[in-house]
């Protein structure tokens, strides 16, 4: 039998489920509010799970089972309630699969730390000196003063750490009803760090130039009347973009909310901590792949009670159930890292948007090369647009210069062309620093056979294999499988004959030490630079000018400043041209206008001016002429107006569903079987199925149907209705994927 007092609840369950499932309360007195969370028997288990609501009254209440446990947490917060709607329905992803995300790390629910804390009975300095029949001793005296105008009290280890007391005395005074005790989780009363950061910190506001300041003011406007305005905060590298959303999240901080700052994990550095704090004087919380369960933890409910002041954190953070958000900073919008390309695919840079609106919270995203989509918002005035167009030190912008490769050819079997080799050699002289970026790891990227030409592949994908010749392995960049380099073919068995093709950062740095071999070289890649700690070390290195040359990949490019940087040389700037999907020119053009602001980031004089060479083969083509110009915005144009011809993003819509399978034949089959019941609709156009540019991935083979539709259809719906009228073999892996970046 029940108990006649319990009341219904629908409760959300984390898993692949849409649809709440009903429950009962065992107390019916208690008001149990949306987005508690709670334990329940689900089968056989026991899931967590939230409330989302009164129960459905659809099941006899005998027939539903008893809530299991109802967790003395605040209830996850309804912007973050609706994120998880939007985000599910958006996507085409069951509801609890995102609940499971935001319900992550799980401990921090199911194992919380409890502690002893003691909370004064007499909260105000009157009534202390109104207490008659106890006497008020010295030690009493300086216990109940600790404790004055806290809400949640002290831990034991606080009090005694502070006033010298002994346990005896809390206890005694426990008994005397001048304090009490009480168990809480240690969340309740953590470190708090809102108060330190308003209190401790003072404006410091007026070194910001005109720009900057104008850009603080607006924001800070919204921040005050919370207003979910959404800014787009451009300007050139070191213009002082972070310098002048700092201001706003303390402005954020001084209204006593709470600040969201994302960045793609490869910003996420200490030094950018370090920045942090010599600004504000105290951490940010870091959250990120690498940081500890404990300390996940401690950030997920700090967030949750509304004590943490600023997290900062790497495309998963959006998930964290932040209860009063007051700012979003969203660093390096057009970062492809903000959109997941596994399990869930979202992009969060998209879907902090949408939870700023929530909150009615406004949203800054900075960036130096925005995306298309956020520079067409903001030019049709969807977005405020906030433009730093000066370099913040007065730094002059770099001198850029083509070097056209089919004049100036390097030698054979070279990468650098003479031309850019004089320009480093006379960097050297003058004892400047020197970067040379390519975005490619390791030493070739293609390994040949001289004698039958077999490319050698990777065994679970339809890609080469790259040639990393400091470990001696062949890697694939794309599902990690390695072996040892022999130079034997596996076709045709010829030894001494593979041929390493094409230049990844390992050959060129071979290429500059045989050049300059007294030069002091390191290379700054995913590989060389595999923890925190090197990369810090690294970069202090390289600005405590211990470094002559810089060979370094993607990683380079961002947000690092070397002040002794002068010449940065980019070795190919056709690589990514050439890929066919529709952000390629896009991502080449922000990938090099970002790496050519690390140049001279601090010349303040002409003929201190940082250089940037390009060394081209396409000396005409359109996007290496507009960086050469540092003409972005003509970039842009033309870019948007080529996307609106062929009714793509931002004008249309995208989205592609891709079918795996290890069983090669029997996707085929499917995959026709799904183009069958394709929806015919005037303005939807169904491409595919496809094979996958890369067919072959991790063991499965893979195909693809790209849509594409106007811009007012429901592309979701179309998609689910579509892909519902089919029964899916167990043998098929079928993704949607909304937005979508990768085409491959
Ligand atoms: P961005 O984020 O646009 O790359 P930063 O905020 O990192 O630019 O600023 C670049 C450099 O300029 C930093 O060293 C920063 O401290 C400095 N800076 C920023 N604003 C100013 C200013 N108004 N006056 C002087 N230096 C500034
Ligand atoms: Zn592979």
């Known amino acids: ?195 330190k950061s308003s209190k401790e910190n003072k404006k410091n506001y007026d070194f910001l130039n005109l720009e900057q300041k104008c850009a603080v003011d607006t924001i800070n406007d919204s921040i005050i009347n919370t207003k979910p305005d959404c800014f787009l905060l451009d300007g050139v590298p070191g213009s002082g973009k972070t310098e002048t959303y700092f201001e706003a999240v303390r402005t954020c901080l001084d209204q006593g909310k709470q600040v969201l700052i994302l960045l793609p994990e490869i910003v996420l550095t200490p030094d950018w901590e370090k920045r942090f704090f010599k600004k504000f004087s105290f951490a940010p919380l870091v959250w990120n792949s690498v940081i500890t369960k404990k300390k996940k933890k401690k950030i997920w409910l700090t967030a949750l009670n509304g004590t943490a002041g600023v997290i900062v954190g790497a495309r998963s953070a959006l998930m964290i159930p932040i209860s009063n958000l007051g700012l979003i900073i969203v660093d390096e919008e057009h970062e492809q890292a903000f959109k997941q390309e596994e399990n869930i695919r979202y992009n969060a840079r998209d879907m902090a948007i949408y939870r700023s609106t929530r909150s009615s919270a406004p949203i800054v995203l900075a960036s130096a090369t925005p995306s298309l989509e956020t520079f067409y918002n903001a030019k049709r005035g969807k977005y405020i647009h906030l433009t730093l167009p000066k370099r913040a030190t007065g730094a002059t912008l770099p001198h850029i210069k083509l070097i056209d490769l089919t004049t100036h050819p390097p030698d054979k079997g070279k990468w650098l062309s003479p031309l850019l080799v004089a320009e480093i050699e006379s960097k050297l002289n003058n004892k400047e620093q020197s970067l040379l970026f390519l975005n490619r790891r390791g030493y070739a990227p293609l390994s040949i056979c001289n004698s039958c030409g077999d490319k050698i592949k990777c065994i679970n994908c339809d890609t080469w294999l790259v040639e990393h010749r400091s470990k001696n392995l ?104 050439s890929g066919g999907d529709l952000r390629a020119s896009e ?41 050469s110009k540092n003409n972005r915005n003509e970039f842009f144009d033309k870019e948007l107006m080529s996307r609106q011809n062929a009714n793509m993003p931002p004008y249309g819509r995208l989205a592609s569903i891709i079918l795996s399978s290890r069983l090669e034949r029997k996707l085929e089959t499917f995959s026709l079987e799904l183009l069958k019941s394709a929806p015919i609709f005037k303005n939807v156009k169904i491409f595919g199925p496809a094979p996958a540019p890369i067919y072959f991935l991790r063991g499965r083979f893979r195909r693809r149907f790209l849509i594409k539709s106007d811009k007012n259809v429901n592309i979701q719906d179309v998609i689910l209705n579509w892909t519902r009228k089919v029964n899916l073999p167990n043998h098929i892996k079928l993704t949607i994927d909304i937005d979508p970046f990768s085409f491959m």
Not at 159 to 175: E, F, N, Y
Not at 611 to 616: E, S
């Open 1 to 195: 039998m029940k108990n006649v007092n319990s009341k219904e609840v629908s409760v959300l369950v984390s898993g692949p489920f849409n649809e709440p499932f009903d429950y009962v309360l065992d107390d019916k007195n208690t008001n149990f509010s949306v987005g508690k969370i709670v334990l329940v028997p689900f089968g056989k288990r026991k899931i967590v799970g939230i409330i989302i609501g009164g129960g459905t009254k659809t099941i006899p209440e005998r027939k539903l089972k008893t809530v299991l446990q109802v967790y003395d947490l605040e209830p996850i917060p309804k912007p973050s309630i609706e994120l998880l709607n939007f985000l599910a329905s958006w996507y085409c992803v069951f509801r609890g699969l995102v609940l499971k995300m935001i319900l992550s790390p799980l401990e921090a629910i199911t194992s919380p730390d409890y502690e002893k804390v003691y909370k004064s009975n007499f909260p105000n300095k009157n009534e202390i000196n109104e207490i008659e029949e106890i006497k008020i001793t010295y030690k009493r005296k300086l216990v109940l003063d600790f404790l004055l105008n806290l809400d949640i009290g002290k831990s034991q280890n606080d009090i005694i750490k502070q006033t010298g007391v002994s346990k005896a005395i809390l206890k005694d005074m426990t008994q005397k009803k001048l304090i009490q005790e009480k168990k809480v989780y240690k969340a309740q009363n953590l470190d708090s760090c809102f108060l």
């Open 474 to 577: 062949l890697v694939c960049h794309h599902c990690g499988f390695s072996r040892t380099f022999e130079n034997l073919c596996k076709k045709c068995g010829a030894e001494g004959q593979i041929k390493a093709c094409g230049p990844g950062v390992e050959r060129i740095q071979e290429e500059i030490k045989e050049i300059f071999p007294k030069a002091k070289l390191i290379v700054l890649s995913s590989d060389t630079m595999n923890n925190h700690k090197i990369l810090n070390d690294t970069v202090d290195k390289i600005k405590n000018n211990k470094v002559d040359i810089v060979i370094g990949t993607q990683m380079i490019a961002k947000g690092h400043d070397f002040p002794n940087l002068k010449l940065v040389c980019i070795v190919d700037s056709d690589v990514g041209l």
């Open 587 to 627: 991502r080449t053009f922000q990938v090099l206008q970002q790496v050519s602001g690390r140049s001279g980031r601090h010349a303040k004089k002409e003929e201190d001016k940082g250089v940037v060479l390009i060394q081209t083969h396409d000396i005409k083509n359109p996007i290496i002429n507009a960086i």
